[in-house]
Structure formats: structure tokens, C-alpha cells
């Protein structure tokens, strides 16, 4: 029974194709009919007349036939919308200036919101490209002692999960992969030096992904033990580029930081780690079971979960791992497991994908709700323009209201041209979120996660298709419900005629939301500005950045052994930039300010406070700097004195500290002067002999971290009397003018390549690109939210203006009347000005209510400014009455040109 229905309907439905050709057809069959029975007639002796007569008696009329066999030929339903499409295009074809400013300001909200979904899609809801990427969970420990929620891994603990979970199907660790920026390594020994991006892993991590090889295979076990082969994988790009997608690549030697690597595999097509850029190298991490200690917490690790297997469980079982592992090893020589216990440990495994998304999803739901809020400016803006075109057909739809059309009938006309003003406003704002996804992806923040995913694919296009179908019922929806029947009737087109009172309020209510609207786009664009202004106000600890130069080398141990000969290259290095034309001074660090990665927290020891290994220390910054550091970055000295090279080469045990742990722990910075700290309790004292100005390591935004500088070559640093710690990772930072210039790094290159010809250079930037990173995703939200504020303001103020400029044209002849009674221009003029500042105080004073909820939204994304800043809504609120009353100005003034006896004699 089925299948005959289905069959039905797809022959009616196919019908409909040809209906014309099948109508002509049973015409002509009805006809012949009609003649036999009149031919039957006739030779019953009937007259012409009544022979035909009772012929069409017989067949029940040839009309009603018709209409019943079209009826039951095709789908009334569609063949009414079909009816009614072509109908309304043919309307908005006679009317192409109202339909081109449909369509566009349609467009506009569309494609803004299109284009801010596809960044959201792509960013928040797209799974990770991994397999059963539901199963990943990222790895971290609360320290509830120091109130550190992100506490890495430690070694220790990755052995015990990964020998005793029960709910763990793997684990893997990486070294800095969480951060977004990985580790770097020099390629030697054929062709020119590279420094490329690696992957530092243990063997379990890129089988716990769920990803295959493209060729040859991942480490195994034997790969990761201590002593092993060296090896290496590629990644797909860099075989391809190297090594021209040579497939006997495996088994052949790669030179990697002077030390030859076997290479047993390459990466898949594609293949990125989480949201790091793509690695050209995937080296072994090699960790040492039985040089293992408890307190390592440097690692970043990944895990999947068991099936069925819940998060809260997971914890649990880390929970019961964590005790296991304070048991199962030891600390390091000269510490005391009290140290741990006062950290208050707690396992803390999140979604893997909320740890790539990091806390940007606030700023890209704040984006989107913003670019929403212009789409339904856009559709109340042309709510009103279709009421106020409807009010021109009121006469025609009268005579349709009076020749039998329903008020559903009416309304599903309306609604016709409504849904084709959508399509069309969905066509075209796809192909600007096109074009603007290009320019958002440009612009975007370097710290935006999963840029590379960001596009339009299926889900966009599903999104555009839905917000533009409620988007045409939304604006489509107002002329119908109003000129669907009630209360038309035939009139004439002219005299004394006025639009009613409920029609003119519902124009005026849809003013109020676009103003309303468009105040809460500005204030939050304004917040933004504010929060751009207080943190370009902010001291960085550092000056003119846009003058310092910086670029990386790395001279790693199978390069050069000894530390101290690590010293005398890099400061020959220094010598030979400071004698490039233009350096003013030349600085070594560990890494530069704002860049987020090479400086890290860790305890420290002071002397005359918490020596006693069975305390908690205070945790602070460390950072490794050579003389010159901070003059060339500008940062003060605020008592004391720097480190000078003859301190390096004889590995005086000095340190330096910032001002605020100066403060912290003696008071005042001149009493940390002479004080002595160390980072062990096995590690030598270092005597403080300097005290800097604070340094916002991590970005303008964040307060600048407690430091402690040390020397870039110290003895005795981490505890053991036989080693001693020589920066091999280096960020070279140069004050010049010429910062910037290639002509400026030419000659950098030559000064360091006369040192060492085999080093290449990475991280070339000056410190003002850093600088700006730092602010990019305050001004990323700002720029966004300025140009959906902006868009909000020119459509609702469009909107304002047409509702005035139609209420004059409407009110003519009351304006003849008063001027001929004897109002004077200026009495009309604020007449009509007044009745536009109502609408827009009414809109202000709404937009205010909504400013004061929907901005405490934004609270996170502020900076020196509270998210109800007095300030900013005074001066928005005061701009956009200023721009409302010079959009009621225009049709006031017209109104102003009247002339009495043309108005009285036109009525």
C-alpha cells in the first residue's frame, strides 16, 4: 500500500513537469467524448441545442472536469508556491531599485554572520581530524598549594599511567607541544643548514592520535629506550621537499643537530599536532625509567580514554595513580617529599580539544552573537521596507481580499516574495562570507587555534541556508500578518487617505530595535577601544620595540661540548654584531618578552627565608640573559648593577631579579642587593646583584611574572656539582634603527656565519611584532566588532531616516494645512525632528537595558575598563543621537520645502 502511495506521488509530482502538454491532451480526449454523446443525442432525435445540453449534463461540465482532473493530475500545493514564486519575482522585477536594496542589505547581515559562523564552526565545533577524537583527553595536575591549575606531566607519572590505568588505552608525552610553538633543530651535512620545527615524543603518542603512516612506521619501544639507535620520521611536506617524495628514503641518514638519525618513517598527508604548526621532524623523547624522579611536571600528555570510559572516572582512577607514583619514586637528592604534599596535587584530564581551544571560544561566541545582532538589524530594516511597499499595494490586494483570496492566501504571497528576497540575500552574502573568511584568515590572531580548518564547507552552507530562510519568515513576516486581510477593503488612491496608527507603530518599534541594536554593537565596539587604549598605555618593561631586532641559534651539544666554549662563540657572535654600523647594543636571553615560550616557572631558594627543604619555596620566572640584555631592551635598573662578561667567564655565582620579587620577598629592592638565592637545595648560592624593572613576559595583558635572571653560562645550576648550565638555545635581541631591514640581517648573518658558517638563523622578527601579537586578539575583536557596529549604525539609521522621509511624504497635506494657517518653517521643522528623537531615545533607552546585560558578557575580554564603563556609554549614546538627528534633518528640511497650494491642491 505503501509503495502504490509513493508511486502516486511521484507521478503526480513528475506531472507537474507536464502539465500543459497533459491538460491539452485530456482536453482533447473530454472533447471527443463530448461529441459522441451529442452525435448519441442527435440520433435520438433531439435538437442541436438540447442534445449538447444534455451532453454536458452527462459529463458533469467540462470546466469542473477540468479543474477536478487537474487536481488529481498534480500537487495543488506546489503548483500554488510554484504559482506564487513566480508571481512575487515577477514583482520584484518591476521594482529593481527596491529589490537590489533588499537583497544588499540582506546580503550584508547574511554574509557577516555567515562568515563569523564559518570561524566558529571551524574553531569550536569541528571534532579534531583524529580518530574517536571524543576518546583524546589532555593531561594536567591542579596545584591547589600554589594555585597552578595547568601543572604539566611528569615523567614519573607517565610511567605509572601507562604501566597501571585501567581506563587509559595510551598515553603519550611531548616536550612544549601544548604551547602552540615546538622545538627547533639544525639539519646538517648535505646541501644548506636548515633549522626546522620539531616533534619531541614517546612512542606511545601518535598511535594514542589514531593516525597510520604515510610510509614505513612509527617508533617503537625499542626507539624510545635510553642508549637506543637514533632515529627519526618526517613529516609528508619536508620528504617531499627534500627528498623529492623518494620512497627508498627509509633507512638512509639525516644529520640532526650533528647527530645521525636513521629514518624509519614518514608522517601522513597533512598531519598536524593538535594546533602546532606542522613539524618537519619527529624525534624520540628517550626517557630514562631509572633516572626518573618525582617533581619533573615538564611535559605535555595526551591520552585516550577506553571505551565507555567517562572523564569523571578517569580522574579517579589518575586520582589513585597519583599515590601510587609518590610511592613508587623518589625525589630528588637534598628534597623532601613534604615538597609535593604542600602542592596539593590533583589529577586533571580535560576534552583534548578544550585544551586547543584554549579561551578563545569566549571571543568568537561574543563575535558571533555581535555579527547576529547586525542580521537582525539587517531583517527589521527590511521588515519596514516591505510595509511600507505593501502600503503601496494596498489597493491591490483589496481587489484580490474582495475577489475571494483568503488572508492565508494573501499571506503566503507576501511571504513568496519574502523567501525569494532571502534566497537572493543568501546567494549573494555567501559569496561575500567568501571573500570576507579570506580577509578574516588574515587577520586573525596568531594565537586563534585550528586556523588551518576555517572554510566553507557543508555546515556553512547549511547555516546560510537556515539563516537565510529565518530571516526571510522574520522580516517576511510583519507585512503579511499586517496586509494578509484584516481590514482591507476597496478604496480610492488618494484624498484624505492616512495609514493606520497599529501600522505606523509597528514601523516605529522596528526603528527602536535597529537603534537599540546598533547601541549595543557600538558600546561593545567601544569597550574594545577602551581596552586597546588601556593596554597601549600599559608599560611593557621594555621601550621601542619597533627599533630591536631579534632572531634565534641553537648550538647543540653534538656540535660543541663544552659549555664554556658555547660562551666564547656566542659572545664572539655578540662582539661581531656590535660592530655592524647602527647597533647601539646587543643582548642574549633564553628568549624575548611576549614570545610565550623558553622562559619557565620553577621554585627558588632564599637564604634567609624558606632554605629549609621541608617548606614550600617560592615559585617564580627564570629566564637566562647575558650583559647587555636589558639595555638593549630598554628595561631599568633599578638597584645594583648588570652582569659583566668577566662574571661569565669566571662563572661568578651572580643572579638578578625583578622588582616585583625584589619587593615580594625584602621589601624594598635595594635590600635584595647582596642576598642569596639558588634554584636547589643542592644547587650553589648566587648573590643578587641587580634588580631590574618587571618585564610582562607573557603579553601586555598579563601582570609581569616574578623573574629571576641568571647567567647565560652558571655553575652548579641544577644541583649537581658536575654540571655546569650553558645557554646552547639562544634569542639574540639588537637595538638598532635598522631594525626590520633585510640589508640590517645580511649583515647579521655574515657576522654570524664568520663564527660559525654551519648555523642557520630562525625566528626572525623584531620585538614589536611580538609586542603587537600580544594585543592581536584584542584588536582582532575590536576591528570585528567596530565594523558590525558600523554596519548596525547605516542600517538603522537608514531605517530611521525612511520611516521620517515616508511619514512626510504621507503627511503633506497636513504640513500645506499648518503652513497655510501660519506655521513657520522652523515649527515643522521641529515637528518632524521631534518625532525622530523620540524613536531614537526609545531605541537609546532599550539598547542602554541591553548594553548593561550583554556587555558583562565581554567582562573577560576587558582590560582597564569595567564592562558598564560610564564613559563609553555616554559618548556612544550622545554620537548616536547626534547621527539620529541628522538623519531626522534631511526629510524635515524637505518637509520644510512644502508649498502650501500645491499640497491643498493635489489633495
Same mark, same amino acid.
Given at each position: ?103 544588499? /542589505?540582506?546580503? !550584508?547581515?547574511? $554574509?557577516?554572520?555567515?562568515?563569523? +559562523? %564559518?570561524?566558529?564552526?571551524? @574553531? =569550536?565545533? &569541528?571534532? *579534531? ?101 637514533? /632515529?627519526?620520521? !618526517?613529516?609528508? $611536506?619536508?620528504?617531499?621537499?627534500? +627528498? %623529492?617524495?623518494?620512497?627508498? @628514503? =627509509?633507512? &638512509?641518514? *639525516? ?653
Amino acid at each position: 500500500m505503501h509503495i502504490r502511495q509513493l508511486r502516486g506521488w511521484l507521478v503526480r509530482f513528475f506531472g507537474m513537469f507536464h502539465r500543459k502538454r497533459r491538460e491539452r491532451e485530456f482536453a482533447e480526449e473530454l472533447e471527443s467524448h463530448l461529441a459522441f454523446h451529442i452525435e448519441d443525442n442527435l440520433r435520438a432525435g433531439m435538437s442541436p441545442e438540447e442534445a449538447r445540453r444534455l451532453a454536458l449534463v452527462k459529463l458533469g461540465g467540462v470546466t469542473l472536469t477540468q479543474e477536478l482532473h487537474r487536481e488529481q493530475g498534480g500537487l495543488p500545493m506546489l503548483e500554488t508556491l510554484w504559482q506564487d514564486l513566480r508571481f512575487g519575482l515577477r514583482m520584484l522585477r518591476r521594482n529593481p531599485g527596491f529589490s537590489l536594496i533588499a537583497i544588499l /542589505t540582506l546580503a !550584508l547581515g547574511i $554574509g557577516a554572520t555567515t562568515a563569523i +559562523f %564559518s570561524v566558529v564552526e571551524g @574553531v =569550536l565545533l &569541528k571534532p *579534531l581530524p583524529y580518530r574517536q577524537p571524543q576518546e583524546l583527553v589532555t593531561i594536567k595536575f591542579n596545584a591547589q598549594g600554589q594555585g597552578n591549575k595547568d601543572l604539566p606531566v611528569s615523567a614519573s607519572a607517565y610511567f605509572i599511567f601507562r604501566e597501571q590505568s585501567n581506563t587509559l588505552q595510551g598515553i603519550g608525552l611531548c616536550v612544549r607541544g601544548m604551547s602552540g610553538v615546538g622545538e627547533t633543530v639544525n639539519v646538517t651535512g648535505s646541501s644548506e643548514p636548515e633549522n626546522v620545527p620539531a616533534l619531541r615524543v614517546t612512542d606511545g603518542l601518535l598511535p594514542v592520535l589514531g593516525i597510520t603512516p604515510w610510509l614505513g612506521r612509527f617508533f617503537t619501544r625499542e626507539d624510545d629506550a635510553p642508549g637506543s639507535a637514533e /632515529t627519526v620520521i !618526517l613529516a609528508y $611536506g619536508y620528504w617531499n621537499s627534500r +627528498f %623529492s617524495g623518494d620512497r627508498s @628514503v =627509509l633507512g &638512509k641518514t *639525516l644529520e640532526v643537530d650533528g647527530t645521525p638519525r636513521t629514518i624509519i618513517g614518514v608522517l601522513p598527508e597533512g598531519f598536524r599536532f593538535l594546533d602546532q604548526s606542522p613539524p618537519s621532524l619527529v624525534l624520540p623523547r628517550k626517557l630514562d625509567r631509572g633516572k626518573t624522579y618525582l617533581g619533573d611536571n615538564v611535559y605535555d600528555g595526551v591520552a585516550r580514554l577506553k571505551p565507555g570510559v567517562t572523564l569523571q572516572q578517569a580522574n579517579a582512577d589518575a586520582a589513585r595513580l597519583l599515590s601510587i607514583e609518590l610511592k613508587s619514586f623518589s625525589m630528588p637528592a637534598g628534597l623532601s617529599l613534604k615538597l609535593l604534599e604542600d602542592m596539593k596535587l590533583a589529577p586533571r584530564l580535560l576534552p583534548l580539544k578544550q585544551q586547543v581551544v584554549g579561551d578563545v571560544e569566549k571571543v568568537l561566541w561574543v563575535l558571533l552573537g555581535g555579527i547576529s545582532l547586525v542580521l537582525a538589524c539587517a531583517c527589521a530594516n527590511l521588515a519596514n521596507l516591505l510595509l511600507v511597499r505593501a502600503e503601496s499595494r494596498r489597493q491591490e490586494l483589496a481587489i484580490r481580499a474582495a475577489l475571494g483570496a483568503s488572508r492565508s492566501r494573501i499571506a503566503a504571497q507576501l511571504l513568496s516574495e519574502s523567501l525569494l528576497l532571502a534566497v537572493g540575500g543568501g546567494l549573494l552574502g555567501l559569496g561575500l562570507a567568501y571573500g570576507a573568511l579570506r580577509i578574516l584568515v588574515g587577520l586573525a590572531p596568531p594565537g586563534l587555534p585550528r586556523l588551518h580548518e576555517i572554510g566553507i564547507d557543508g555546515g556553512v552552507l547549511l547555516f546560510t541556508f537556515v539563516a537565510s530562510l529565518v530571516g526571510g519568515l522574520l522580516f517576511g513576516s510583519v507585512p503579511a500578518f499586517k496586509y494578509a486581510g484584516a481590514g482591507l477593503g476597496l478604496r480610492e488612491g488618494g484624498r484624505g487617505m492616512s495609514e493606520s496608527r497599529e501600522r505606523q507603530r509597528t514601523r516605529n518599534v522596528l526603528v527602536i530595535v535597529q537603534v537599540a541594536l546598533a547601541l549595543v554593537l557600538l558600546v561593545s565596539s567601544g569597550l574594545m577601544i577602551r581596552t586597546f587604549r588601556a593596554l597601549t598605555n600599559v608599560n611593557p618593561g621594555f621601550v621601542a620595540p619597533s627599533e630591536v631586532q631579534t632572531f634565534g641559534i641553537a648550538l647543540r651539544e653534538a656540535q660543541v661540548k663544552e659549555p664554556e666554549r658555547v660562551l666564547r662563540l656566542e659572545e664572539e657572535m655578540l662582539h661581531k654584531i656590535e660592530a655592524i654600523p647602527g647597533v647601539s647594543s646587543v643582548g642574549l636571553s633564553g628568549t624575548v618578552p611576549m614570545r610565550r615560550v623558553g622562559g619557565f616557572n620553577s621554585q627558588v631558594f632564599a637564604r634567609d627565608r624558606a632554605s629549609s627543604t621541608s617548606e614550600l619555596p617560592r615559585r617564580c620566572r627564570f629566564q637566562f640573559v647575558s650583559p647587555g640584555f636589558f639595555k638593549t631592551l630598554g628595561t631599568p635598573l633599578v638597584a645594583g648593577r648588570d652582569f659583566t662578561w668577566s662574571d661569565l667567564n669566571n662563572m661568578v655565582p651572580v643572579a638578578i631579579v625583578s622588582d616585583n620579587f625584589a619587593r615580594a620577598n625584602w621589601g624594598d629592592p635595594a635590600n635584595a642587593l647582596g642576598q642569596q638565592i639558588r634554584q636547589t637545595p643542592q644547587s650553589d648560592w648566587l648573590e643578587i646583584v641587580g634588580v631590574v624593572g618587571d618585564v610582562r613576559q607573557d603579553g601586555v595583558e598579563k601582570e609581569a611574572p616574578a623573574s629571576v635572571y641568571w647567567p647565560i653560562l652558571v655553575a652548579n645550576i641544577g644541583g649537581s656539582a658536575v654540571f655546569d648550565f650553558a645557554l646552547r638555545s639562544a634569542a639574540f635581541t639588537i637595538r638598532s634603527p635598522r631594525a626590520g631591514s633585510e640589508s640590517l640581517m645580511n649583515e647579521v648573518r655574515q657576522a654570524v656565519w664568520s663564527v660559525s658558517p654551519q648555523l642557520p638563523l630562525a625566528e626572525v622578527h623584531t620585538l614589536n611584532d611580538y609586542y603587537m601579537k600580544s594585543m592581536a586578539r584584542t584588536s582582532f575583536t575590536l576591528v570585528m566588532l567596530a565594523v558590525a557596529g558600523s554596519m548596525a549604525l547605516f542600517i538603522g539609521l537608514v531605517g530611521l531616516y525612511g520611516v521620517i522621509a515616508y511619514s512626510v511624504s504621507q503627511r503633506r497635506r497636513e504640513f500645506g494645512i499648518r503652513m497655510a494657517l501660519g506655521a513657520g518653517k522652523r515649527e515643522i521643522l521641529k515637528l518632524v525632528i521631534s518625532q525622530g528623537i523620540k524613536l531614537a531615545l526609545l531605541g537609546v533607552a532599550c539598547g542602554l537595558a541591553g548594553a548593561f546585560t550583554l556587555t558583562r558578557l565581554m567582562s573577560g575580554l576587558l582590560f582597564g575598563v569595567s564592562a558598564t564603563d560610564p564613559l563609553t556609554l555616554v559618548v556612544i549614546t550622545i554620537s548616536l543621537l547626534v547621527v539620529a538627528l541628522l538623519a531626522c534633518w534631511i526629510p524635515a528640511h524637505r518637509a520644510t520645502k512644502v508649498d502650501p497650494m500645491i499640497a491643498l491642491r493635489h489633495e
